[in-house]
């Protein structure tokens, strides 16, 4: 079955969800749309050029985060599946899959609603067993999307959560969190709120262009700014760093002063990391934008790899980790969301490295050179850092 095509519909008998003003649309058998498990309507509206809402009823709120998971959180929620930021890389893409939507367009455009989610997890979280635990949302498709501008699912599971004494995290790029900063910061007098905010790209066109339904950086730091203001640490995901485009030294200082001007309490970074869903869309991309990098990144992903390679990686920990700790931004143990994963280089045992000039090592030029050598040889046995 296939998704991609249909317009509107109301599910027989399963109307009874809070209207939302909707522009009909033909063409749609309703039998295909009833397949989506609590399928109530599927919809589109004037605002939302090009995007296609899918509502459903959700059996469940919280998603239990797989046993030995590194995450520093055990409990998700995921109020949207698919995500109009549409960021090129996105990890999350292959998920979509599942509903037998593509991971390219539909991904971007083709919306799962959990209508519900909000009194599904109230539910949840009123039984007897459940232990307060951190649940983490923005971990799988970004909750601050532009579909919560209409529904408005975050107040209802903010609520949900601090009214049960249950410790927040929320990861986004949306800039829709300054409407919640409030009620987040009420929140926080009674339980712990994590608030990170993902800002990767400094250079305004690459940033449209990679990350094309997303605020800007600007945006993004302003938002920052403004949870600053309202009493809220924020911690910043610079991730991910793209190779040759994003990881010069001159832009990566820059951005880390954005980001520390902005307020932030501490940065957790990451190379780009390819899942075998995400390599076709993000190399079409790349052969579209930047075809003259297709083969350096075919040298930094070989084959099924979704890692760059370890001597990618660790020339990128020698150069931005100095930068972190020139801008204060360096990880601290109250920042319980970011696990570092790279140990120090001299803890890694890493022999062999070439010592960096006080500029940082890197190429001073916005882009790093796709020709040079690797600053650092992977050594075997030298922990290889993991990012997602
Ligand atoms: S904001 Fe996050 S979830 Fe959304 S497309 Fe970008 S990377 Fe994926």
């Known amino acids: 079955m296939r998704w991609s095509g249909q317009s509107a519909a109301v599910s027989a008998g399963l109307a009874s969800a809070e209207s939302v003003s909707t522009t009909a649309l033909p063409g749609l058998e309703v039998a295909e749309v009833a397949a989506m498990p609590g399928h109530l309507r599927t919809t589109r509206a004037p605002e939302f050029a090009g995007m296609v809402f899918h509502e459903v009823l959700a059996k469940s709120a919280l998603n239990r985060v797989p046993e030995g998971s590194s995450m520093p959180f055990s ?151 403004a949870a600053r203001k309202a009493g809220l640490e924020v911690d910043v995901f610079v991730m991910p760093v793209l190779p040759h485009l994003t990881d010069g030294y001159a832009h990566l200082d820059a951005l880390l002063s ?52 370890q001597a990618y990686r660790l020339e990128l920990a020698a150069r931005i980790r100095p930068l972190i700790r020139k801008h204060g931004l360096e990880f601290s143990g109250s920042a319980r969301r970011s696990r570092d994963p790279y140990p120090p280089i001299a803890a890694a045992g890493v022999r062999g490295a070439r010592q960096l000039p006080s500029t940082g090592g890197a190429l001073p030029e916005h882009r790093s050179d796709p020709n040079a050598l690797p600053l650092w040889d992977a050594v075997p046995g030298a922990p290889a850092p993991t990012l997602f």
């Open 258 to 309: 954005d980001i520390r001007e902005a307020g932030a309490r501490s940065v957790m970074y990451g190379a780009l990391h390819l899942r075998s869903a995400v390599k076709p869309w993000f190399f079409a991309w790349l052969g579209r934008e930047y075809p003259d990098l297709v083969p350096a990144y075919r040298r930094l992903y070989p084959g099924a790899s979704s890692k760059a390679t």
């Open 75 to 225: 409990w998700t929620i995921n109020p949207y599946r698919g995500c109009s930021h549409a960021c090129v890389y996105c990890f999350a893409r292959g998920s979509h899959r599942y509903l037998d939507f593509d991971a390219g367009t539909d991904f971007d455009s083709q919306i799962v609603v959990k209508v519900n989610v909000a009194e599904v997890l109230a539910r949840e979280l009123a039984r007897p067993s459940w232990r307060r635990e951190m649940v983490a949302l923005g971990t799988n498709t970004d909750p601050y999307q532009r579909a919560e501008g209409r529904y408005a699912l975050l107040p209802g599971i903010i609520e949900a959560l601090a009214a049960r004494h249950t410790p927040i995290s929320i990861l986004t790029k949306g800039t829709l969190l300054r409407r919640d900063l409030p009620q987040l910061a009420e929140a926080s007098k009674r339980v712990p709120v994590e608030l990170a905010m993902s800002i990767a790209v400094g250079d305004n066109a690459l940033q449209q262009s990679i990350e094309p339904g997303t605020p800007t950086t600007r945006a993004r730091l302003d938002t920052v700014a």
